[in-house]
T-cell receptor, first 113, second 111 residues
Framework: NAGVTQTPKFQVLKTGQSMTLQCAQDMNHNSMYWYRQDPGMGLRLIYYSASEGTTDKGEVPNGYNVSRLNKREFSLRLESAAPSQTSVYFC????????????FGQGTRLTVV | GQQLNQSPQSMFIQEGEDVSMNCTSSSIFNTWLWYKQDPGEGPVLLIALYKAGELTSNGRLTAQFGITRKDSFLNISASIPSDVGIYFCAGQSGNNRKLIWGLGTSLAVNP
Protein backbone atom coordinates (compact mmCIF):
# COMPACT_ATOMS: atom_id res chain seq x y z
CA ASN A 1 0.00 0.00 0.00
CA ALA A 2 2.97 2.32 -0.58
CA GLY A 3 1.55 4.49 -3.39
CA VAL A 4 4.26 6.90 -4.58
CA THR A 5 7.66 6.63 -2.93
CA GLN A 6 10.38 9.26 -3.27
CA THR A 7 14.00 9.04 -2.19
CA PRO A 8 15.82 10.71 -0.61
CA LYS A 9 13.61 12.77 1.69
CA PHE A 10 16.31 15.36 2.37
CA GLN A 11 19.48 16.32 0.53
CA VAL A 12 22.08 19.07 0.72
CA LEU A 13 24.26 19.63 -2.33
CA LYS A 14 27.10 21.96 -3.14
CA THR A 15 26.80 24.13 -6.21
CA GLY A 16 27.90 22.15 -9.25
CA GLN A 17 27.27 18.72 -7.77
CA SER A 18 24.93 16.29 -9.48
CA MET A 19 22.28 13.99 -8.07
CA THR A 20 19.29 11.92 -9.04
CA LEU A 21 15.94 11.97 -7.29
CA GLN A 22 14.16 8.65 -7.42
CA CYS A 23 10.42 8.03 -7.67
CA ALA A 24 8.51 4.77 -7.83
CA GLN A 25 4.79 4.01 -7.87
CA ASP A 26 3.08 0.68 -7.29
CA MET A 27 -0.37 1.60 -8.63
CA ASN A 28 0.29 0.55 -12.25
CA HIS A 29 -0.19 4.15 -13.37
CA ASN A 30 0.78 5.19 -16.87
CA SER A 31 1.55 8.87 -16.23
CA MET A 32 4.16 10.26 -13.88
CA TYR A 33 5.16 13.82 -13.05
CA TRP A 34 7.88 15.84 -11.35
CA TYR A 35 6.96 19.14 -9.69
CA ARG A 36 8.87 21.67 -7.68
CA GLN A 37 7.25 23.72 -4.96
CA ASP A 38 8.57 27.08 -3.84
CA PRO A 39 6.93 29.52 -1.39
CA GLY A 40 4.18 31.50 -3.09
CA MET A 41 4.70 29.69 -6.41
CA GLY A 42 2.44 26.71 -5.99
CA LEU A 43 3.33 23.51 -7.83
CA ARG A 44 5.29 23.97 -11.05
CA LEU A 45 5.66 21.10 -13.49
CA ILE A 46 9.24 20.25 -14.41
CA TYR A 47 8.80 17.18 -16.62
CA TYR A 48 6.19 14.53 -17.11
CA SER A 49 5.86 11.14 -18.71
CA ALA A 50 2.46 10.40 -20.20
CA SER A 51 3.35 6.74 -20.63
CA GLU A 52 6.32 4.41 -20.45
CA GLY A 53 8.90 5.40 -23.03
CA THR A 54 7.82 9.05 -23.37
CA THR A 55 8.85 12.21 -21.56
CA ASP A 56 7.90 15.85 -22.11
CA LYS A 57 8.94 19.21 -20.73
CA GLY A 58 6.76 21.07 -18.32
CA GLU A 59 6.88 24.72 -17.27
CA VAL A 60 10.38 24.79 -15.74
CA PRO A 61 12.58 22.08 -17.33
CA ASN A 62 15.87 23.99 -17.54
CA GLY A 63 18.64 22.41 -15.48
CA TYR A 64 16.87 19.05 -15.18
CA ASN A 65 16.72 15.76 -17.03
CA VAL A 66 14.41 12.81 -16.51
CA SER A 67 14.34 9.12 -17.24
CA ARG A 68 11.27 6.90 -17.33
CA LEU A 69 13.13 3.74 -16.43
CA ASN A 70 10.07 1.49 -16.63
CA LYS A 71 6.38 1.82 -15.87
CA ARG A 72 7.04 2.07 -12.12
CA GLU A 73 10.01 4.43 -11.96
CA PHE A 74 10.60 8.02 -13.04
CA SER A 75 13.83 9.74 -11.99
CA LEU A 76 14.83 13.40 -12.00
CA ARG A 77 18.48 14.36 -12.45
CA LEU A 78 20.24 17.58 -11.65
CA GLU A 79 23.49 17.56 -13.64
CA SER A 80 25.03 20.67 -12.07
CA ALA A 81 23.05 21.90 -9.11
CA ALA A 82 22.51 25.63 -8.62
CA PRO A 83 21.19 27.52 -5.57
CA SER A 84 18.08 28.40 -7.61
CA GLN A 85 17.22 24.69 -7.56
CA THR A 86 16.76 24.76 -3.79
CA SER A 87 13.17 23.61 -3.47
CA VAL A 88 10.83 20.83 -2.45
CA TYR A 89 10.40 18.29 -5.24
CA PHE A 90 7.29 16.15 -5.58
CA CYS A 91 6.69 13.15 -7.76
CA UNK A 92 3.13 12.27 -8.72
CA UNK A 93 1.37 9.62 -10.77
CA UNK A 94 -1.99 9.21 -12.48
CA UNK A 95 -3.65 6.38 -14.33
CA UNK A 96 -3.33 8.37 -17.54
CA UNK A 97 -7.02 8.22 -18.30
CA UNK A 98 -8.78 11.50 -18.91
CA UNK A 99 -10.58 12.14 -15.66
CA UNK A 100 -8.41 10.94 -12.83
CA UNK A 101 -6.64 12.36 -9.85
CA UNK A 102 -2.93 12.56 -9.15
CA UNK A 103 -1.28 10.82 -6.21
CA PHE A 104 1.78 12.42 -4.66
CA GLY A 105 4.88 11.26 -2.88
CA GLN A 106 6.02 12.87 0.36
CA GLY A 107 8.57 15.10 -1.29
CA THR A 108 12.34 15.60 -1.41
CA ARG A 109 13.66 18.70 0.32
CA LEU A 110 16.73 19.81 -1.58
CA THR A 111 19.10 22.57 -0.52
CA VAL A 112 21.89 23.71 -2.81
CA VAL A 113 24.59 25.76 -1.07
CA GLY B 1 2.69 28.80 -17.47
CA GLN B 2 -1.06 28.64 -17.23
CA GLN B 3 -2.42 28.82 -13.70
CA LEU B 4 -5.75 28.95 -12.02
CA ASN B 5 -6.84 31.97 -10.02
CA GLN B 6 -7.33 30.68 -6.49
CA SER B 7 -8.66 32.89 -3.73
CA PRO B 8 -8.26 33.87 -1.05
CA GLN B 9 -4.49 33.51 -0.79
CA SER B 10 -4.71 33.02 2.97
CA MET B 11 -7.29 32.85 5.71
CA PHE B 12 -7.10 33.09 9.48
CA ILE B 13 -10.29 31.97 11.19
CA GLN B 14 -11.66 30.93 14.55
CA GLU B 15 -12.38 27.30 15.29
CA GLY B 16 -15.98 26.48 14.44
CA GLU B 17 -16.26 28.96 11.58
CA ASP B 18 -17.11 27.96 8.03
CA VAL B 19 -14.57 28.49 5.25
CA SER B 20 -15.04 29.06 1.55
CA MET B 21 -12.42 29.21 -1.19
CA ASN B 22 -12.66 29.13 -4.97
CA CYS B 23 -10.79 28.77 -8.21
CA THR B 24 -11.50 30.29 -11.58
CA SER B 25 -10.07 29.68 -15.01
CA SER B 26 -10.27 31.32 -18.41
CA SER B 27 -10.47 27.84 -19.95
CA ILE B 28 -13.15 25.19 -19.75
CA PHE B 29 -12.15 22.26 -17.59
CA ASN B 30 -13.50 18.71 -17.51
CA THR B 31 -11.94 17.84 -14.17
CA TRP B 32 -11.59 19.79 -10.93
CA LEU B 33 -9.59 18.42 -8.03
CA TRP B 34 -9.16 19.77 -4.52
CA TYR B 35 -6.08 18.84 -2.47
CA LYS B 36 -4.83 19.59 1.02
CA GLN B 37 -1.17 19.78 1.92
CA ASP B 38 -0.04 19.44 5.52
CA PRO B 39 3.35 20.87 6.51
CA GLY B 40 6.17 18.63 5.33
CA GLU B 41 3.88 16.36 3.36
CA GLY B 42 2.75 15.93 -0.22
CA PRO B 43 -0.71 17.07 -1.35
CA VAL B 44 -3.52 14.65 -0.61
CA LEU B 45 -6.73 14.50 -2.63
CA LEU B 46 -9.86 15.73 -0.84
CA ILE B 47 -12.53 15.80 -3.53
CA ALA B 48 -12.62 15.06 -7.26
CA LEU B 49 -15.26 16.56 -9.58
CA TYR B 50 -15.89 15.34 -13.12
CA LYS B 51 -19.22 16.83 -14.25
CA ALA B 52 -20.45 20.41 -14.57
CA GLY B 53 -22.79 21.23 -11.70
CA GLU B 54 -21.58 18.29 -9.63
CA LEU B 55 -21.75 18.87 -5.88
CA THR B 56 -19.74 16.43 -3.77
CA SER B 57 -19.20 16.15 -0.03
CA ASN B 58 -16.48 14.50 2.01
CA GLY B 59 -17.34 14.83 5.68
CA ARG B 60 -17.30 18.54 6.52
CA LEU B 61 -15.99 19.40 3.07
CA THR B 62 -18.19 20.24 0.09
CA ALA B 63 -17.00 21.13 -3.40
CA GLN B 64 -18.83 22.06 -6.57
CA PHE B 65 -17.94 21.99 -10.26
CA GLY B 66 -19.26 25.26 -11.70
CA ILE B 67 -21.94 25.18 -14.38
CA THR B 68 -19.76 27.24 -16.74
CA ARG B 69 -16.96 24.64 -16.23
CA LYS B 70 -14.60 27.53 -15.51
CA ASP B 71 -14.80 27.57 -11.74
CA SER B 72 -15.05 25.48 -8.61
CA PHE B 73 -15.42 26.15 -4.90
CA LEU B 74 -14.56 24.30 -1.72
CA ASN B 75 -16.39 24.84 1.56
CA ILE B 76 -15.31 23.60 4.97
CA SER B 77 -17.93 23.68 7.68
CA ALA B 78 -17.29 23.99 11.42
CA SER B 79 -13.51 24.25 11.08
CA ILE B 80 -11.23 22.48 13.54
CA PRO B 81 -7.50 22.94 14.26
CA SER B 82 -6.50 19.97 12.07
CA ASP B 83 -7.94 21.78 9.04
CA VAL B 84 -4.79 23.92 9.07
CA GLY B 85 -2.78 23.56 5.88
CA ILE B 86 -2.62 24.68 2.29
CA TYR B 87 -5.52 23.89 0.00
CA PHE B 88 -4.91 23.60 -3.74
CA CYS B 89 -7.27 23.37 -6.65
CA ALA B 90 -6.24 21.68 -9.87
CA GLY B 91 -7.98 21.28 -13.19
CA GLN B 92 -7.64 19.50 -16.48
CA SER B 93 -8.95 20.57 -19.87
CA GLY B 94 -9.60 18.31 -22.83
CA ASN B 95 -7.31 15.33 -23.16
CA ASN B 96 -4.32 17.21 -21.82
CA ARG B 97 -2.22 14.95 -19.62
CA LYS B 98 -1.17 17.87 -17.43
CA LEU B 99 -3.02 19.30 -14.47
CA ILE B 100 -3.18 23.07 -14.04
CA TRP B 101 -2.71 24.20 -10.43
CA GLY B 102 -3.84 27.12 -8.33
CA LEU B 103 -1.31 28.81 -6.07
CA GLY B 104 -3.05 27.59 -2.93
CA THR B 105 -5.05 28.94 0.00
CA SER B 106 -3.24 28.87 3.31
CA LEU B 107 -5.65 28.22 6.17
CA ALA B 108 -4.90 28.94 9.81
CA VAL B 109 -7.42 28.03 12.54
CA ASN B 110 -7.31 29.67 15.93
CA PRO B 111 -8.49 27.23 18.63
Amino acid sequence: NAGVTQTPKFQVLKTGQSMTLQCAQDMNHNSMYWYRQDPGMGLRLIYYSASEGTTDKGEVPNGYNVSRLNKREFSLRLESAAPSQTSVYFCASRTGERDTEAFFGQGTRLTVV
Amino acid sequence: GQQLNQSPQSMFIQEGEDVSMNCTSSSIFNTWLWYKQDPGEGPVLLIALYKAGELTSNGRLTAQFGITRKDSFLNISASIPSDVGIYFCAGQSGNNRKLIWGLGTSLAVNP
